[in-house]
């Protein structure tokens, strides 16, 4: 279902509030880029700072301004399987594509492959829409290994996955032994090319909301067999990902969109602005890559 590159797009705050004016101009601009979608509600999008209300005019907003040949894919996993249930119907209702769920955890030490497999499962069946599953262990300190993601695969409402893990071995496992049609995207840029080489069917990255035509023209240089520019453009824009994600985070990424021409603004709190010296480091990164 999800093919080529999302960027998880951020929440653009004013004062602290969300700036639904800025959102609809950053997604306006984005879709000249040639991406395929966007995911809302991502980490990126700082999801987890946002009340329920701000996320269901998020997605109104977001689905007016994304055109019905893109998809939109919506964040709606929560920590109890009721309510990403609701959030995700909520979503379907508002025209989202797909929805991602991220793993359960805050009682991570109970969550094992029998509890997520109940889990997911139970939201697929309820799911209007196609569901995808979200491994980001950095944030959840939780993975889920190969042997769960394949049996959750065999659900026909589970139609792939975002594997931000970066663990090169586990996402050839992903590949390995889910069945043909299950989608598994890369979840950083920074193994793009890997991660095509190996089977995935495109990536939702952070820098595609900085460097959108470099991320999609990595794979599409991959996709006309032209591996070696493929590998020189990700060479050259790995400290673009760098900066945007390990490095400085959200707000290294919001200061990055600022410069090149997007709105950024302020991460919320407790996250705070980047530093002047940050500023000038992520500046330097984004002269050095061609971008500004």
Same mark, same amino acid.
């Given at each position: 279902?999800?093919?080529?590159?999302?960027?998880?797009?951020?929440?653009?705050?004013?004062?602290?509030?969300?700036?639904?004016?800025?959102?609809?101009?950053?997604?306006?601009?984005?879709?000249?880029?040639?991406?395929?979608?966007?995911?809302?509600?991502?980490?990126? +999008?700082?999801?987890?700072?946002?009340? #329920?209300? #701000?996320?269901?005019?998020?997605?109104?907003?977001?689905?007016?301004?994304?055109?019905?040949?893109?998809?939109?894919?919506?964040?709606?996993?929560?920590?109890?399987?009721?309510?990403?249930?609701?959030?995700?119907?909520?979503?379907?209702?508002? +025209?989202?594509?797909?929805?991602?769920?991220?793993?359960?955890?805050?009682?991570?030490?109970?969550?094992?492959?029998?509890?997520?497999?109940?889990?997911?499962?139970?939201?697929?069946?309820?799911?209007?829409?196609?569901?995808?599953?979200?491994?980001?262990?950095?944030?959840?300190?939780?993975?889920?290994?190969?042997?769960?993601?394949?049996?959750?695969? #065999?659900?026909?409402?589970?139609?792939?996955?975002?594997?931000? =893990?970066?663990?090169?071995?586990?996402?050839?496992?992903?590949?390995?032994?889910?069945?043909?049609?299950?989608?598994?995207?890369?979840?950083?840029?920074?193994?793009?090319?890997?991660?095509?080489?190996?089977?995935?069917?495109?990536?939702?990255?952070?820098?595609?909301?900085?460097?959108?035509?470099?991320?999609? #023209?990595?794979?599409?240089?991959?996709?006309?067999?032209?591996?070696?520019?493929?590998?020189?453009?990700?060479?050259?824009?790995?400290?673009?990902?760098?900066?945007?994600?390990? =490095?400085?985070?959200?707000?290294?990424?919001?200061?990055?969109?600022?410069?090149?021409?997007?709105?950024?603004?302020?991460?919320?709190?407790?996250?705070?602005?980047?530093?002047?010296?940050?500023?000038?480091?992520?500046?330097?990164?984004?002269?050095?890559? +061609?971008?500004?």
């Amino acid at each position: 279902m999800p093919k080529g590159i999302f960027p998880p797009i951020p929440t653009p705050f004013k004062n602290g509030e969300v700036a639904y004016d800025e959102l609809a101009s950053n997604l306006q601009k984005w879709n000249k880029t040639g991406l395929a979608g966007y995911l809302v509600l991502g980490s990126n +999008g700082e999801f987890v700072f946002l009340s #329920e209300k #701000e996320k269901i005019k998020i997605l109104e907003v977001a689905r007016k301004n994304i055109p019905s040949n893109l998809k939109m894919i919506a964040g709606t996993g929560c920590e109890s399987t009721w309510e990403t249930i609701e959030l995700t119907n909520k979503a379907a209702n508002i +025209g989202a594509d797909l929805a991602l769920i991220i793993t359960p955890s805050y009682f991570k030490s109970l969550m094992k492959s029998e509890e997520m497999i109940i889990h997911f499962v139970a939201v697929a069946d309820a799911s209007k829409i196609p569901i995808m599953i979200y491994n980001v262990p950095k944030f959840t300190g939780i993975t889920i290994d190969a042997e769960t993601a394949a049996k959750l695969a #065999e659900h026909k409402n589970i139609v792939g996955m975002k594997d931000s =893990s970066a663990d090169m071995p586990l996402f050839a496992q992903f590949i390995k032994q889910c069945p043909a049609g299950f989608d598994v995207m890369v979840g950083t840029a920074s193994v793009l090319y890997t991660g095509l080489c190996l089977g995935a069917v495109g990536g939702i990255v952070a820098m595609a909301n900085v460097a959108p035509k470099q991320a999609v #023209e990595i794979q599409t240089l991959f996709d006309a067999g032209q591996l070696g520019e493929a590998r020189d453009l990700q060479l050259r824009m790995l400290p673009v990902n760098g900066a945007v994600t390990v =490095s400085y985070g959200v707000p290294g990424l919001k200061v990055a969109m600022d410069m090149v021409g997007y709105y950024g603004g302020d991460p919320r709190p407790p996250l705070l602005p980047p530093k002047p010296d940050v500023k000038e480091k992520i500046q330097g990164i984004l002269q050095k890559a +061609g971008i500004l």
